[in-house]
């Protein structure tokens, strides 16, 4: 089973800086079944990254994502207010299918 | 627009049974494979439970295997999710959500719902 180590557990943050998010796999993935996901309170969880650095639509150029093998990473330049949520990186292999790692929450300072 | 809707949540006492329903509109229901993915108070994300376009593939995290049962009718453009023997730790909100890939599985939930809290206590 691979597991995803997400980092930092938390990140604090002022609207206009620059984020930088890491996911860390447990051994060799393929970067096509990578991607991100942002989740506020009381919403859906939204899809921010597929395939390790494909935007998913309507998401904004400030969002970005890189990476391969077993290092992953999502950055957000320019910090707008509505950047501010929990991120998950996700994981698409054969047992159990789906793995989640276990998010980095970013917060304003 | 893509609407998924879920219903069916509640109080339950643990060792009961619940079923939860996600009604989904606006795009071709029969063509996704759809997932169940919840989320523990304090806790993060954990997929659940997914079914292919078919009900060719269906899978299960270890934490519900034996326990639920994941079903869909294309008909219906419904997803379904039989919870029986509910245990504390089962208590989540839970979403349904759309896979990306058209006529097979992929990596990716484009679409989710709002979630229904399920609540397993005595």
């Known amino acids: ?109 | 627009e893509v609407q998924l809707v879920e219903s069916g949540g509640g109080l339950v006492q643990p060792g009961r049974s619940l079923r939860l329903s996600c009604a989904a509109s606006g795009f071709a229901f029969n063509d996704y494979a759809m997932h169940w993915v919840r989320q523990a108070p304090g806790k993060g994300l954990e997929w659940v439970s997914g079914i292919s376009w078919n009900s060719g593939w269906i899978g299960y995290a270890d934490s519900v295997k034996g326990r639920f049962t994941i079903s869909r009718d294309n008909a219906k453009n419904s997803l379904h999710l039989q919870m029986n023997s509910l245990r504390t730790e089962d208590t989540a909100l839970y979403y349904c959500a759309k896979d990306m890939g058209l006529g097979e599985l992929s990596p990716d939930f484009d679409f989710w719902g709002q979630g229904i809290l399920v609540t397993v206590s005595a």
């Open chain 1, 1 to 109: 089973e691979i597991v995803l180590t997400q980092s930092p557990g938390t990140l604090s943050l002022s609207p206009g800086d620059r984020a930088t998010l890491s996911c860390r796999a447990s051994q060799s993935v393929s970067g096509s079944a990578l991607g991100w996901y942002q989740h506020k309170p009381g919403q859906a969880p939204r899809l921010l990254i597929y395939g390790a650095s494909i935007r998913a639509t309507g998401i904004p150029d400030r969002f970005s994502g890189s990476g391969s093998g077993t290092d992953f990473t999502l950055t957000i330049t320019r910090l707008e207010p509505e950047d501010f949520a929990v991120y998950y990186c996700q994981h698409f292999g054969n047992s159990p299918p789906y793995t989640f790692g276990q998010g980095t929450k970013l917060e304003i300072k």
